[in-house]
């Protein structure tokens, strides 16, 4: 079962703020927001993860809404480097569940 | 972020041989590791989960007896695809999580087979 539902693809002008939703309605009160980025022919890349507050870092911003049933994974800047495969997974903390990719957004940046 | 490597990044074999595929986490200790493949144009899909010390666990439909895992010690984990056929050929990625680490899943680079 799909945990996440993502647009299959977006494009982002180079510059500009890339904003990636991410729906997971189902999401259970120990579950984690991990998002991931994939550029071609390489393996995933880590960026953020959030339980419910807002988190920021280095790459990006990760706004959940209040009732946790969607979120948006926002590239402030985007570069023609952040063109990749964005996955947006649910996933309890701690545990021995396993992060499951869906299909992703893939996201495109326009010179 | 923590980092995680792979050996070799990418193999050419012929139909019926064996490859093995190291998976190393450098500069953190990996209590579970696992083991991903992806097709051309597909998401990747887990084969299996290890732990340190212990037997895989391997995902629904995935050979254990073609795809065998260890993870002999906290850094270092190998998938050796015994007698591989060209249906084997595909991309292959590591992850790892560890003490430390806020047990986020750290990846490997992935190693292309092809097998002739």
């Known amino acids: 079962d799909a945990k996440t539902t993502q647009p299959p693809s977006m494009d982002c002008a180079e510059g500009r703020a890339a904003n990636l939703p991410c729906n997971h309605s189902t999401i259970s009160g120990n579950e984690y927001v991990y998002w991931y980025r994939q550029i071609h022919s390489q393996g995933p890349q880590y960026i953020i993860h959030g339980l419910k507050n807002n988190e920021t870092n280095e790459m990006a911003s990760l706004i959940i809404t209040e009732d946790r049933k969607s979120s948006t994974l926002i590239l402030p800047h985007a570069t023609l480097r952040d063109t990749a495969v964005y996955y947006c997974i649910v996933r309890a903390y701690f545990g021995n569940e396993k992060l499951t990719f869906g299909t992703g957004t893939r996201l495109t940046i326009i010179p | 972020g923590a980092v995680v490597s792979q050996h070799p990044s990418w193999v050419i074999c012929k139909s019926g041989t064996s490859v093995k595929i190291e998976c ?47 993870h002999a010690s906290l850094t270092l984990s190998t998938l050796t695809v015994t007698s591989a056929h060209p249906e084997d050929s595909s991309f292959y990625i590591c992850s790892a999580r560890g003490q430390g680490l806020s047990d986020t899943q750290y990846f490997g680079p992935g190693t292309r087979l092809t097998v002739l």
């Open chain 2, 24 to 70: 190393r986490s450098l500069d953190f200790q990996a209590t579970t590791m696992f083991w991903y493949r992806q097709f051309p144009k597909q998401s990747l899909m887990l084969m299996a989960t290890s732990n340190e010390g212990s037997k895989a666990t391997y995902e629904q439909g995935v050979e254990k007896d073609k795809f065998l895992i260890n």
